[in-house]
């Protein structure tokens, strides 16, 4: 029997969960999905400059996961936009941060001062949540 997945810790889902050519009709099997821990990994590391080990203490999980889920996304990223196919994040394994203390850490979109989704920097600032 296998091991039960490990839910990883994420701050928010994306705003817009959809990306992709605009002049082509979305095609079932054409799509690449991309799952919500995977979108929150490249947020932690290539948004917010995060280090795997930083990310992987924030999501909550190993950093060797973390490195699997970042190639993982990397590779969905490169796909969707070098064959021009939509981009879908959804599914996965996750623990939604709520923004009401119980702490994702200082990656936390809101502790960012700014509401859902547009924190940029590594900043320690304190809003409504705390480490």
């Known amino acids: 029997?296998?091991?039960?997945?490990?839910?990883?810790?994420?701050?928010?889902?994306?705003?817009?969960?959809?990306?992709?050519?605009?002049?082509?009709?979305?095609?079932?099997?054409?799509?690449?999905?991309?799952?919500?821990?995977?979108?929150?990994?490249?947020?932690?590391i290539d948004l917010e400059g995060f280090t795997q080990e930083e990310c992987a203490e924030q999501m909550n999980?190993?950093?060797?996961t973390?490195?699997?889920?970042?190639?993982?996304?990397?590779?969905?990223?490169?796909?969707?936009?070098?064959?021009?196919?939509?981009l879908s994040i959804e599914g996965g394994t996750y623990l939604l941060c709520d923004g009401s203390g119980n702490g994702c850490g200082r990656g936390c979109r809101y502790r960012q001062g700014q509401g859902r989704g547009h924190g940029r920097g590594r900043g320690r600032g304190r809003g409504p949540m705390s480490d």
């Open 1 to 44: 029997m296998a091991r039960p997945r490990k839910r990883r810790r994420v701050c928010g889902l994306p705003e817009i969960n959809r990306f992709g050519p605009l002049d082509l009709p979305e095609v079932a099997g054409e799509n690449v999905v991309m799952t919500v821990d995977e979108y929150e990994t490249i947020r932690l």
């Open 61 to 64: 999980v190993a950093r060797s």
């Open 66 to 86: 973390i490195q699997s889920i970042y190639v993982e996304a990397r590779k969905k990223l490169a796909e969707a936009l070098v064959n021009g196919k939509v």
